[in-house]
């Protein structure tokens, strides 16, 4: 019985000595689920759903039906998922509102793998700034397939003159979960650094998402600022 755990290995009590990035995934599940089934402690039930849809994303990526085939899950809990999940995004979101200059390449991270991990198919981003670097919009560019979205310059220049912004940071989606950039998307990037040079619109970065996982093209030396 979870109740005669040690207080510390308890998710809820160990999230208020240690802190949420202390826990496991089954454990913050857990704490979402509140209670078990017959059988089956909350902690246990939480580790079999993971087994079965594979990762915390695929449960968020599960739709109603195929949610509430498992059990111990219901259409409350469908909907309260979403909402947490929207709450996420929502504040990730105001963290990035319009007029805040972009000071932590991880707040921007955490921004765009909110608005992408989840997506099934590529969807091609921009975040266009002003010249301090204060956010001024982020725009859904180019959707795609399961592993490729065709991707026009032209139309990424005419949003950037559109927004009047004086640098961009391009961001993708791997729904495939591996984060490293293909030659395709070092071949875009360089097409894009190029196209918004002539309009003297800085590239400071291309992101790549894949599940919890980021590419930076700028941490990685390549970027020409």
Same mark, same amino acid.
């Given at each position: 019985?979870?109740?005669?755990?040690?207080?510390?290995?308890?998710?809820?009590?160990?999230?208020?000595?240690?802190?949420?990035? +202390?826990? +496991?995934?089954?454990?913050?599940?857990?704490?979402?689920? #509140?209670?078990?089934? =017959?059988?089956?402690?909350?902690?246990?039930? %939480?580790?079999?759903?993971?087994? %079965?849809?594979? %990762?915390? +994303?695929?449960?968020?990526?599960?739709?109603?039906? %195929?949610?509430?085939?498992?059990?111990?899950?219901?259409?409350? =809990?469908?909907?309260?998922?979403?909402?947490? *999940?929207?709450?996420?995004?929502?504040?990730?979101?105001?963290?990035?509102?319009?007029?805040?200059?972009?000071?932590? +390449?991880?707040?921007?991270?955490?921004?765009?793998?909110?608005?992408?991990?989840?997506?099934? #198919?590529?969807?091609?981003?921009? *975040?266009?700034?002003?010249?301090?670097?204060?956010?001024?919009?982020?725009?859904?560019?180019?959707?795609?397939?399961?592993?490729?979205?065709?991707?026009?310059?032209?139309?990424?220049?005419?949003?950037?003159?559109?927004?009047?912004?004086?640098?961009?940071?391009?961001?993708?989606?791997?729904?495939?979960?591996?984060?490293?950039?293909?030659?395709?998307?070092?071949?875009?990037?360089?097409?894009?650094?190029?196209?918004?040079?002539?309009?003297?619109?800085?590239?400071?970065?291309?992101?790549?998402?894949?599940?919890?996982?980021?590419?930076?093209?700028?941490?990685?030396?390549?970027?020409?600022?």
């Amino acid at each position: 019985m979870l109740k005669d755990w040690p207080a510390d290995e308890k998710p809820r009590e160990k999230l208020l000595q240690h802190g949420a990035q +202390s826990l +496991s995934d089954a454990e913050l599940l857990a704490i979402f689920l #509140r209670t078990g089934v =017959k059988g089956c402690h909350v902690v246990d039930l %939480s580790r079999k759903l993971l087994k %079965s849809f594979g %990762s915390i +994303s695929k449960i968020y990526q599960a739709d109603l039906a %195929s949610f509430c085939q498992h059990h111990g899950l219901g259409v409350a =809990k469908y909907v309260q998922l979403q909402a947490c *999940l929207e709450m996420s995004k929502r504040y990730l979101a105001e963290q990035m509102d319009m007029g805040q200059a972009l000071t932590s +390449s991880a707040m921007t991270q955490n921004f765009l793998t909110a608005e992408l991990r989840h997506e099934t #198919r590529e969807v091609f981003a921009v *975040l266009f700034l002003n010249t301090q670097h204060q956010v001024i919009k982020f725009e859904r560019l180019f959707h795609g397939t399961i592993n490729a979205a065709a991707v026009y310059p032209r139309i990424v220049v005419e949003f950037a003159i559109k927004y009047q912004a004086g640098a961009v940071i391009l961001a993708h989606n791997h729904p495939s979960g591996i984060a490293e950039p293909s030659i395709a998307d070092n071949q875009i990037t360089t097409r894009l650094e190029q196209a918004l040079a002539l309009i003297d619109v800085k590239v400071l970065d291309h992101i790549i998402v894949a599940g919890c996982y980021c590419y930076s093209y700028a941490e990685h030396g390549r970027i020409s600022l």
